[in-house]
């Protein structure tokens, strides 16, 4: 039995996933938006009869069991963690900072039964499934690159907000990059133990962004990940990605282009997936053979989302109505569907490595990815001060 | 007057050389190998009436005049400056070490009437030079990021040789590598201040080298320049190319792929170079144009020569010919032509460049890059414990 729906966010995203989920069979019952005027005009345009700019109207709302957040970066965190403890499934995007994401682990680990997920639709495209697929069957031998690049127009709002602010989650390493962060650690089994990166803002004012204000976050970066371990629990085997170098680029200063491509060589061959369609060749073999068409689908490009993310979004929407269809009660679902989904965990991983990242463009050295295990203490000096006193 | 020739080397470069500099009127009158059978052997295939494994038979050879080396990095620098002293133009690949190419630069110094580039083909690839000039005409704006990769097989040579050296100028990024470091600095007009790379060998051993053979050269690199000051005396402007970042990617673990493309972004659009082809976009544009198709021209793919260097090197022999024709002493020649040329002191600078890469490879961290101005002093210690028991 299929949850009502609640969606937070009033973004391309948001617009886009509305009509995905009802194409599943989803009811979308409710519609939060920043302001009110934003929520009503959307929920206008999509059909949406309750709308709201107050988040426990949504997450109170007694027909909505599964709520998707896609919000500012920020937000997310007091969003997700409240949904959970209201006890409604949770889909979201990153959150802002480790801290934030670590807070969502602990509370997703306190409700097991819920599902929390980190909806990157990249992890569904059916290009990258394939892809893992055939890395864990060996196509491309022992793996030894990964090499990523994202090129496209400004992510920049029309106005000022938080994609102009890199404190905020804004800039393409945050956006796009924790995708990719995710997604080839999700293909490789492996974790990232060492980073470097440099980051660069090169339009810092434009029509729309000026007096006072600029832009702080990135719209041009690369970096590289040493990857080590394998990723907890559901990698592809063990120590498959061991010693893998994952390079990414991002520009994001290429109006008019839309490049996404993915490519993984190992000691056989190598796979390459081109916006939603994959390729692979093999040493020796007659030369680079399609593996995987697009199959079309559902809608075309839709502007502001790229076609792998609008794929990937269709995909991991079936792999919903999948996980909660044969359950009789519409908040259980089924663990299988959504197996390949990036959890919390893995949320705060990726933040991680992004932190690590800006690190390292600012240290201009390598920096290790140490993934927290324990809250930081806000008041940390005030304790240690209040320990000396004591002894 | 054209020169009459003596070409060193016996490698697929050199075979392509001797056609390209006959079919533009050269007469090549001596060929040098490293051994009596690997000169023959080439010599009659190639129908070269002299040959020899003896570099003075070249260098004192009377109807040869320009001397065009092609040979393993650490003989150039010798064979290089003995021409010079002899009085005969050259045209040679880079050396093995930056103290090496210093002592070249000495000698070109001393020797200003003759003739002394380092023969990086891609400065006269059509392509490469439509692009230098729409850099200069401001098609992309304030120009961002440079980014270049090249893919493809393996550069080891079939048998155990200075391919697999690290130490002697062997892997990607001193062959290969290097070129882009040049060509980038002439593209922007700007020289590389900070650099930071990753060099790996993900294939130490192959069918042919085994057993306690080893290969230490690079068969993966990932460098970042941060240009600053304009390139001496010939840069496209003056800081132009101040404050881009630049990106290669090399990867020579990819059989049956050759990917070479050169890609500049700016504030107003891009320029892209596939192989031969160049293409552009503005921003605002209707999409991507072909600036420059590949006028097809002599001579298909031949065997470990890529096309953009057999096409490059095709445009600089003849941009030799139109250096010397006009002259009537078959040693003088014209600057015009070949001023596009990488000079010794461009040598001089790659290497700098190549071996910063390396040293920030093993350091992990960003490093300068600090062109030598006065050779090494290999008694260095030596003089040191003299002037301190001279006090």
Chains 1, 2 share one sequence.
Request: charged share 20%; proline share 4%.
């Amino acid at each position: 039995m299929l949850p009502g729906v609640g969606v937070f966010g009033t973004g391309s995203t948001a617009r886009v996933l509305v009509p995905l989920l009802r194409g599943e069979g989803f009811e979308v019952h409710a519609l939060w938006g920043r302001s009110e005027e934003e929520a009503s005009s959307l929920a206008q345009e999509l059909g949406i009869l309750f709308h709201t700019s107050q988040s426990d109207d949504v997450l109170l709302h007694p027909d909505v069991d599964l709520v998707c957040i896609y919000i500012s970066p920020p937000l997310t965190r007091q969003i997700a963690v409240k949904a959970l403890g209201i006890g409604k499934n949770v889909v979201c995007e990153k959150a802002a900072t480790a801290v934030d994401a670590f807070k969502m682990v602990t509370a997703a680990q306190y409700y097991p039964q819920l599902l929390s997920i980190v909806g990157n639709a990249l992890r569904f495209l059916p290009a990258f499934v394939a892809m893992r697929q055939l890395l864990a069957e060996g196509y491309v031998g022992e793996l030894q690159v990964c090499d990523a690049r994202v090129y496209g127009p400004s992510l920049l709002d029309q106005s000022y907000g938080w994609t102009c602010e890199e404190l905020m989650g804004g800039g393409g390493l945050h956006t796009v990059g924790s995708t990719l962060v995710d997604l080839l650690s999700h293909l490789t089994g492996a974790r990232a133990v060492r980073v470097h990166g440099l980051l660069r803002t090169f339009v810092g004012q434009n029509g729309a962004i000026h007096g006072i204000r600029c832009v702080t976050s990135d719209d041009f970066s690369f970096f590289q990940m040493l990857m080590g371990g394998s990723a907890s629990g559901r990698g592809v085997g063990t120590g498959t990605g061991s010693g893998v170098c994952c390079t990414v680029t991002l520009n994001f200063n290429m109006p008019g282009a839309f490049v996404h491509e993915v490519m993984v060589v190992g000691s056989a061959g190598r796979l390459i997936a081109r916006g939603t369609e994959l390729y692979g060749q093999r040493n020796g073999g007659k030369g680079e053979e399609l593996l995987l068409g697009d199959s079309g689908g559902t809608g075309q490009e839709v502007k502001d989302v790229p076609l792998p993310h609008l794929r990937g979004l269709g995909s991991m929407v079936t792999a919903l109505k999948d996980a909660f269809q044969a359950q009789e009660e519409r908040r259980l679902w089924a663990q299988g569907p959504v197996a390949m989904a990036s959890t919390f965990e893995d949320g705060l991983y990726v933040q991680t490595v992004v932190e690590a990242v800006k690190r390292s463009s600012r240290s201009g050295e390598w920096e290790s990815v140490e993934v927290m295990t324990q809250e930081p203490d806000p008041n940390q000096n005030l304790c240690e001060v209040l320990l000396i006193n004591k002894n």
